[in-house]
């Protein structure tokens, strides 16, 4: 299968700064990129889905000027977690799915990155 | 709305005796299913699908799951579970969401494999 990287995989950061969250996939263009949010001993929740050169779809509940999502590229996407405090301390996981812009490679299979651990003090 | 269930938080099985950790389906038209594995601090492997054909899928690390429509589930089995399978096991299916899909996870079950 596909790979996905994010960088970085763990990050402590103070109350009220930005924290940004890269996912890259690493060898194919991925059409749609997706961001979750896990809690301890928690499924996954889907917060936004990305495609390439347009505007992230936010799921219900999930605020959009605190989590913003770029995806200049079919082979990157951020998260900024703007003005974090220490309830947005997570686990984040993206993945990444191919489509027919992408040539119709890993067409509706999402691939996921390793996560990163949020701690927020 | 399309949803999966995993009824059970934790699955105790001892090493060499077959597993099954249970998924029921709740879809609107023909669903499209997934089971993924996830280790400490990791994200999601995909270990097997199911779309359309045989109704017995089998995946990644010995693990096959089956497909049963009119009881609406997708078990996940193993005829002989390792103590390394011990994981949060995660079973999804495909919504539709405004024109792309997105999938919806159960809420995972552990399972725990004994020396």
């Known amino acids: 299968g596909a790979v996905v990287s994010q960088h970085p995989s763990r990050v402590i950061c103070k109350s009220g700064t930005s924290v940004k969250i890269e996912c890259r996939s690493l060898d194919f263009q991925a059409t749609t990129m997706f961001w979750y949010r896990q809690f301890p001993k928690k499924s996954l929740m889907l917060m936004a889905t990305?495609?390439?050169?347009?505007?992230?779809?936010?799921e219900q509940g999930v605020e959009k000027d605190k989590f913003l999502i770029n995806h200049a590229s079919l082979t990157l996407s951020t998260l900024t977690v703007t003005s974090a405090h220490p309830e947005d301390s997570s686990f984040y996981i993206c993945s990444s799915m191919g489509g027919a812009l992408a040539g119709g490679l890993y067409e509706n299979e999402q691939f996921f990155g390793p996560g990163t651990r949020l701690t927020v003090l | 709305a399309q949803s999966v269930a995993q009824p059970e938080d934790q699955v105790n099985v001892a090493e060499g005796n077959p597993l099954t950790v249970k998924c029921t389906y709740s879809v609107s038209g023909n669903p499209y299913l997934f089971w993924y594995v996830q280790y400490p601090n990791r994200g999601l492997q995909f270990l097997l699908k199911?779309?359309?054909?045989?109704?017995l899928v089998k995946g990644s690390y010995g693990f096959e799951a089956e497909f049963n429509k009119s009881q609406t589930s997708f078990h996940l089995k193993k005829p002989s579970a390792l103590v390394s399978d011990s994981a949060l096991y995660f079973c999804a299916c495909v919504a539709w969401n405004t024109g792309f899909q997105k999938l919806v996870f159960g809420t995972g079950t552990r399972l725990l494999v004994s020396p």
């Open positions: 199911y779309i359309t054909g045989d109704n």
């Open positions: 990305s495609n390439e050169g347009s505007k992230a779809t936010y």
